[in-house]
Every structure is written in structure tokens, then in C-alpha cells.
């Protein structure tokens, strides 16, 4: 097979990594790429939302399929793009149609969806700037902090946590009135629920699923969970409290109720469905919907997937899935970013990046890196995700801080307690 994945962060890496060893990979192109990922394919130069350019190439390098990374493509409709343009419908698309998309695309869609098919989840209710006094009033009846979030997808900038009623109100009142864009012409506030987080991935063919390592991932930029929202820096899978009882309870109250209710509302989804997930004493809630792999989570759960990773997509496209068996690694597997000095504010770009080739015993995959005369240079604030296999949390741990030492750019930066929670 000739596979195209989109993308350029280090999911993509993941995932050309992790096909590099199938038996049906032929070509492997990826679009736009990084560094990393131009040793394990082509890298090509098209946005991963420019749909006419993708058809021409996968018209003229004879590409069976079309992996989507990021959410952007789905949310704008790739899937339905490709599935009803005759000359390039037999393309396999790993990914949702742009409806089932809005599970991520819409934060009120989702919200409306886990209503109807009785999904817990924190109570909401959704604001547009006509209604704003009814926001207010919701507002009140809330205890602090307050979460509000923009409907539309914000480049993840668009949830706010306010502990001050009155700010909520008057930045309920500036979200509405285009802080974040179009994004904001909605707003949902949302009760705070407090807990410990975990992300939960199933892989689906709108029919069957199968649910994939659980991942916890640290998003603030300081050490202890402070500073500023990031991206991501760092991942631990499997999670210690996600054990049986508990996954009993997210795979029946959640998952199923999820994939049948996609069935049932007759939304075509042939990929992933990421489940962001708080567990309260024990009990799942849904905190949001994704539509796709996470960054920096897929970093640890591919490489705790054993089994052929296009057999699995194959078996998606043509909805066989529940014929398969995943094959998972027992082991612990952790990640730990390396990102540019500033992140998640402003930072410098095109610093080399030196010791990548003396590390032997972790992975490194590219997040934020592009080639200048042949060598890798920075090229975004996430730089490198450095994963490790462990018998432990703590001796995958201590095998990826070892090796992040090998490596070295100007500025450079990582956490140090990746894990120190679940310890």
C-alpha cells in the first residue's frame, strides 16, 4: 500500500514510525512532515487542509491511504471530500466525516450528543450573545472556578478556568463578542468537576471498536502542574488507576453509548475517538470529545501497540473490524517533551539540535523540527518527544531522562516530574 499521513508533530512521526514495520506498506509519503519523519519517508510539501492539491497528488502517486493527524482536515470535511469525488473515492480515509467530526469541531454539538445518548458529563449550557443574561444566571448557580469554553476549535486556546464570578461574566461577555474569533459566536460553560485526568483512544469503524493503551498527559508548562497551558509536555501509559473496574465502567457508560450513538445517528466515522476523561471517586465523566489521535499521548500508546497498525486501518476501512485482535505491550512507556526557551509564549526558531544519533535505548520523535542543509533545526515550541519502554512508570521514566541529557539545543527545556502524580 501507498500511505499518505498528514501532519507535522510528532503523532505523525508516531504513526510513520509505527507503520514502517507493516507488512503492507509500500510508499510512505507525509505531508508536511518534520525532520523525523523524512527518514522513514517522503515528506511533501502540501497543507494538510489544501484538499485539491491532495487529490492531485494522491491521483499521481497512486496513494490507497490518506491518515489524518490533526483535526483541522476532518473538522473542514477531508473524509467527505475524497469519498464523493469519483476519481478518488477508493482512497481510504482514516478519519471522521465531517459530522462526526463535530464531536470535536463543536464543543454544544458534543455536549447535545452526550445528552441525548446519556453520557456523563459536567452540566453545561450554551450561550450566544442574544442569550447572554441566561448565561449570567447559570453563572450563579455554579461554584468556582468557572469554565467557559468557545465552541469552535481555538488552536487549543479556547477554554478558560476563572475562579472571580464577575470576570467569568465580563469575559463571558468578550468571548461572545469575537475574542477567539468565530470560534466564540458560542460559548459553553460548563461546572467544574474535579478529579484526576486520563485520555482514553478507541479505534473505530462506526460499528465495532477497540479500545487502545490509556494515556495521561501533563499540560502545564512548570513542574507540580503550574504556569501556563501548553500543548502537551509529556505522557505516561498505561495509567495505574485506569485499572479493570474502572475501564469496565468508562467502556460501558461511555464507550458504548459513543460508538452506538454514532451508529444510530448515522454518522460515518471510520478512525479514532479520543476520550478526554475525569475520574471523581472512581466514576468517569466525559470532559471532551476528540476526533483523532492526542499529541503528546500517541507518542506512548503506538509503541504499546504490537499489531500491524495498516492491518488495523484496513480493517477500519472496510468496516472489519471486529475480526481483529490488538495486540498490546505490557511494558510502561513514557514520554517526556523538549521544547524552545519561551514556550508557550514567544520563542526562537532554527536552533540546531545536536545528540539525537547517540540515543539507542529511547525513541525520539520530532514534534517541532524541519531540515536545514541536512541537519535538524527547531522549528516550533514542542521540539522533540523522547519515549521509553519501562517494567515501570519509573524505569521508563529514568531511561528518557537519561537520554533527553544526550540531547541539546539552545533554550532548550523539559519538565522533570513527568509521572509525579500516579507515583
Request: aromatic content about 10%; proline content about 4%.
Amino acid at each position: 500500500m501507498n500511505v499518505l499521513i498528514l501532519g507535522s508533530g510528532g503523532r505523525e512521526h508516531a504513526f510513520a514510525w509505527r507503520m514502517r514495520s507493516s507488512k503492507y506498506l509500500n510508499n510512505l509519503f507525509i505531508a508536511p512532515g518534520n525532520a523525523g519523519t523524512a527518514s522513514l519517508g517522503t515528506n511533501v510539501a502540501i497543507s494538510p487542509t489544501d484538499f485539491q492539491a491532495l487529490k492531485s497528488f494522491s491521483l499521481g502517486n497512486d496513494v490507497d491511504m490518506i491518515v489524518v493527524g490533526p483535526e483541522d482536515p476532518l473538522v473542514q470535511g477531508i473524509y467527505d471530500y475524497f469519498r464523493n469525488d469519483e476519481d478518488v473515492c477508493h482512497v481510504a480515509v482514516i478519519g471522521p466525516s465531517q459530522k462526526g467530526a463535530q464531536l470535536e469541531g463543536s464543543k454544544d454539538f458534543a455536549k447535545e450528543f452526550m445528552s441525548r445518548h446519556n453520557i456523563p458529563t459536567a452540566r453545561y449550557k450554551t450561550i450566544r450573545l442574544e442569550n447572554i443574561e441566561e448565561g449570567n444566571y447559570f453563572l450563579e448557580s455554579l461554584q468556582p472556578p468557572y469554565v467557559l469554553k468557545a465552541d469552535g476549535l481555538a488552536a487549543g486556546k479556547g477554554v478558560l478556568i476563572i475562579d472571580d464570578l464577575n470576570e467569568a461574566k465580563r469575559l463571558l461577555w468578550e468571548m461572545l463578542n469575537g475574542m477567539f474569533g468565530s470560534a466564540s459566536d458560542k460559548v459553553v460553560i460548563e461546572e467544574f468537576l474535579k478529579g484526576i485526568e486520563c485520555s482514553v483512544f478507541v479505534l473505530t469503524d462506526g460499528k465495532s471498536y477497540k479500545i487502545l493503551p490509556v494515556a495521561k498527559d501533563y499540560k502545564r508548562i512548570g513542574e507540580g502542574d503550574t504556569g501556563l497551558n501548553t500543548g502537551g509536555m509529556g505522557a505516561v501509559s498505561p495509567v495505574p488507576f485506569a485499572d479493570a473496574k474502572f475501564m469496565e465502567k468508562v467502556e460501558q457508560r461511555i464507550v458504548l453509548p459513543t460508538v452506538n450513538g454514532i451508529k444510530a445517528e448515522k454518522i460515518d466515522y471510520k478512525g479514532f475517538i479520543f476520550f478526554g476523561l475525569i475520574n471523581i471517586d472512581g466514576e468517569p465523566k466525559v470532559i471532551e470529545y476528540n476526533v483523532r489521535m492526542g499529541d503528546p499521548e500517541t507518542e506512548v500508546v503506538l509503541p504499546l501497540v504490537k499489531s500491524d497498525i495498516l492491518d488495523l486501518f484496513v480493517s477500519v476501512a472496510t468496516e472489519t473490524l471486529d475480526t481483529k485482535t490488538v495486540e498490546i505491550d505490557n511494558r510502561y512507556a513514557v514520554t517526556v517533551m523538549m521544547v524552545s526557551g519561551g514556550y508557550p509564549g514567544s520563542y526562537e526558531k532554527g536552533k540546531t539540535i545536536s545528540g539525537i544519533e547517540q540515543i539507542k535505548d529511547s525513541i525520539v520523535f520530532h514534534a517541532g523540527t524541519t531540515l536545514k542543509n541536512d541537519e535538524p533545526v527547531t522549528s516550533g515550541g514542542r521540539v522533540l518527544a523522547v519515549t521509553s519502554y519501562g517494567h515501570t512508570m519509573n524505569e521508563a521514566l529514568e531511561n528518557s531522562y537519561k537520554n533527553i541529557e544526550k540531547i541539546s539545543f539552545e533554550n532548550s527545556y523539559f519538565r522533570k516530574d513527568i509521572g509525579f502524580d500516579l507515583r
